[in-house]
């Protein structure tokens, strides 16, 4: 499953580190937070590197709808149930403040943009409630936000929320100009170089362990999607979510603006250029990372409702995206522990990181050079308000306990030794050890089925053809190959299954 981002991609390939340097700060992770992070660090005059353990655009931001707008599907609403309206407010901020760097950013560089307005719209009457919610809160925080009852869609649509003038872009297109920017203030990328660890060293620095050698730092930005280090347990503060999209050749005139609905199952919608003209894009059926019965059906149906609604739509590519949802609705940008400014982190943009996301390095680099935005603090890491999120806490660390009771259990349950069919992964007990086998392009791999995190035991994921964990969604490909944190270690391969008689 290839973005269609990623597929003519021009970001050109950047070598591994070379161990040895220290510089003053360390950003680990090449998307759009890590990107912009370490391009204000370098305009601030702060020697900074960029070590990535892929490519950039890797993650997230390779794979997100490029949407950049203020109007959040139902976002407004939730933070307001949970928080003051003042803190609404100061959430809307910090994305104002997100959208305006980077549409100034892009204009500077040459990025291309389309500017359309973004809908939350009811599937059905079911929903109409949502949309009057959100328009009330939307307002309430300062949005120019107008409530429709019609409009053009070839899609069930009922009442939505309208915010016009809002954005979206190619994020590949924007990574490759932060990419050059960032390398043209002599701070270097280092690609293929997957962090391992950060511990103290010698005179108050901090030390990386990577898979090439260590790297000295007196900063730690951790701007990997979850944190990879488990010190202030975010792992257990977020909660990871999958979710599909797709292009598709449609031969009629495709929507101009942007929808996503305001209940489940989602659907997301909006249009891209491309040099052979228009194409659509559709997004939704998200699930928890590793708990879906069966990905590839939840695939597979958001196609079906697109050839429903747009009979011509041939599909050109398919994808899925990896975010991660905070407990209390807020990102978590500021320090990995309390009071400890070394190493810094952000997360949790709730699938919406092109604001959020500049946002974020916008209050690291503040942070960093002493001049924090003021509506930093509604995006703490550490604040009073967390503990109204307990009891969800409790409910999202109930699940992950069941979840690792369970796998346990049915690894248990099941000893033998299957080889899966094509397409198709298996847990089996081995003796006491839970073993993942599949089959992948017509070779069977058999590796461990625990999670190197926190020992969860993996799922099979159809639709990826990768290992999923759904205790706090780190994922390996079909050969153990570690594809997202929190996990930093590769599964342990294991010796190849039987041939068949």
Avoid at 434 to 448: K, L
């Amino acid at each position: 499953m290839t973005s269609l981002w990623l597929t003519d991609a021009q970001v050109p390939a950047r070598l591994r580190l070379t161990p040895g340097s220290r510089f003053d700060t360390v950003v680990i992770g090449a998307g759009l937070t890590g990107l912009v992070t370490a391009l204000l660090l370098a305009e601030n005059g702060v020697q900074v590197a960029v070590v990535e353990g892929r490519r950039v655009g890797a993650g997230t931001t390779g794979a997100t709808t490029g949407k950049i707008s203020l109007l959040q599907g139902i976002r407004a609403q939730q933070i307001r149930a949970r928080h003051s309206l003042a803190t609404l407010g100061a959430y809307v901020d910090a994305n104002r403040a997100g959208q305006q760097w980077l549409l100034r950013f892009c204009a500077e560089q040459g990025v291309a943009v389309q500017h359309a307005a973004a809908y939350t719209y009811a599937q059905s009457e079911a929903e109409i409630a949502a949309v009057r919610a959100e328009y009330d809160a939307t307002r309430q925080a300062g949005l120019p936000t107008e409530l429709v009852t019609e409009f053009d869609a070839p899609f069930p649509a009922h009442h939505a929320v309208r915010l016009a003038d809002q954005a979206q872009l190619d994020p590949m297109a924007l990574l490759a100009a932060l990419a050059a920017r960032v390398e043209s203030h002599a701070a270097p990328i280092y690609e293929s170089t997957r962090v391992r660890g950060v511990r103290r060293g010698r005179g108050g620095d901090l030390v990386i362990d990577t898979e090439h050698g260590e790297l000295g730092a007196g900063t730690v930005v951790l701007a990997t999607g979850t944190p990879i280090l488990d010190r202030g347990g975010f792992f257990a503060r977020l909660e990871a979510q999958r979710s599909y999209l797709a292009a598709f050749r449609v031969g009629a005139p495709v929507p101009r603006d942007m929808y996503l609905s305001a209940g489940a199952p989602t659907r997301s919608l909006r249009y891209a250029p491309t040099p052979d003209g228009d194409v659509l894009l559709v997004g939704g059926n998200g699930h928890g990372v590793g708990r879906a019965r069966a990905p590839r059906a939840k695939a597979a149906d958001l196609i079906a409702w697109t050839r429903t609604w747009f009979p011509t739509a041939e599909l050109l590519h398919e994808w899925s995206a990896q975010d991660y949802t905070p407990i209390a609705e807020l990102p978590y940008v500021g320090p990995l522990l309390p009071g400890q400014d070394n190493i810094l982190l952000a997360t949790g943009y709730a699938k919406w990181g092109l604001t959020n996301g500049v946002a974020a390095a916008l209050a690291l680099a503040g942070r960093r050079t002493g001049k924090p935005p003021r509506w930093s603090d509604a995006m703490a890491s550490w604040r009073p308000g967390e503990l109204k999120a307990l009891a969800a806490a409790a409910m999202a660390n109930t699940a992950v306990a069941q979840h690792l009771t369970g796998g346990w259990l049915r690894a248990a349950a099941h000893g033998g030794e299957h080889i899966p069919a094509e397409g198709c992964g298996v847990v089996e007990r081995h003796g006491l050890r839970p073993t993942a086998t599949c089959t992948v392009d017509g070779i069977t791999t058999r590796v461990s089925a625990i999670c190197p995190h926190l020992y969860g035991i993996l799922t099979w994921n159809d639709a990826e053809r990768s290992w999923d964990c759904p205790l706090h969604g780190s994922r390996f490909a079909a050969d153990g190959t570690l594809l997202e944190g929190p996990a930093t270690h590769d599964l342990t391969p294991l010796p190849a299954p039987p041939a068949a008689p």
